[in-house]
C-alpha cells in the first residue's frame, strides 16, 4: 500500500511563502506522475500542480510563475514551493501519486493564508 504524507502546512500572511513535502513510502519513479490539489472551504478539490515520471511540471492558471513543483528522487519526496501567496490558496493540500495500479493521496497539510 502507499503512503504519501504531507507536511510543511502553516498560516502564512499573504504575499509570504511556503514550502510544502510529500514523502513516499516507496520509489517515486514508480509513479506515472505525481501531483498537488487542493481543497479550499466549501471548494471541490482542485489540481494545483503535477511532476510527470520524467521530471516535467504543469501547473494550473492560478498558481502559474507562483508555485513550482520539484522532487527529490533519493528522498522519495516531491515538494511544492509556493511564493506571494493569496487568500485564494489557502485550503488543505493533497498529495497524489499515480500508479499503473490505481491513484493515491495523502492526509494533506492545512495552509492558512492571513492578512
Known amino acids: 500500500q502507499v503512503q504519501l504524507v504531507e507536511s510543511g502546512g502553516d498560516l502564512v500572511q499573504a504575499g509570504g511563502s511556503l514550502r510544502l513535502s510529500c514523502a513516499a513510502s516507496e520509489s517515486i519513479l514508480s509513479f506515472e506522475h505525481m501531483a498537488w490539489y487542493r481543497q479550499g472551504p466549501g471548494m471541490q478539490r482542485e489540481l494545483v500542480a503535477t511532476i510527470s515520471n520524467g521530471g516535467s511540471p504543469y501547473y494550473s492558471d492560478s498558481v502559474k510563475g507562483r508555485f513550482t513543483i520539484s522532487r527529490d528522487i533519493a528522498k522519495n519526496t516531491v515538494y511544492l514551493q509556493m511564493i506571494s501567496l493569496k487568500f485564494e490558496d489557502a485550503g488543505v493540500y493533497y498529495c497524489?501519486?499515480?500508479?499503473?495500479?490505481?491513484?493515491?493521496y495523502g492526509r494533506g497539510t492545512q495552509v492558512t493564508v492571513s492578512s
Open positions: 497524489y501519486a499515480e500508479s499503473g495500479y490505481g491513484g493515491y
